[in-house]
């Protein structure tokens, strides 16, 4: 039989740490097994949402998502929203990859020293 996990609530740091880890582009199953084992993935996957993020992974399926919604739209005004929301999600994602590249370029600096 499975164990069950308690309900656990995770300090402000292991809530940025989540949300920083789901940002960076690693799936909340991964997050979960690798770093909260002991938490339940609901409560998790609450505090990504909580927060308004979304992994890398979310951003991905929601853009392949309204890609096709764009492609049945049938009037402008639709496709318009559709628009806005993809290039915010898009403009998210490339903010991410700015602030990871600048993060392995530290890694890299420090390495070389």
Do not use: C, W
Request: hydrophobic fraction near 40%; aromatic fraction near 4%.
């Amino acid at each position: 039989m499975a164990e069950e996990k308690k309900a656990v609530t995770l300090s402000s740091a292991d809530q940025r740490k989540v949300n920083r880890l789901a940002r960076e582009g690693m799936k909340l199953a991964d997050i979960h097994r690798e770093h909260f084992p002991e938490v339940k993935y609901s409560a998790l996957r609450a505090v990504v949402l909580d927060t308004g993020s979304q992994s890398a992974i979310g951003r991905f399926k929601a853009i392949n998502k309204e890609l096709a919604l764009m492609a049945k739209a049938t009037t402008g005004a639709q496709r318009k929203e559709l628009a806005a929301s993809l290039s915010a999600r898009i403009k998210s994602l490339h903010e991410d990859y700015i602030r990871s590249a600048k993060k392995l370029d530290q890694v890299r600096d420090v390495l070389q020293k």
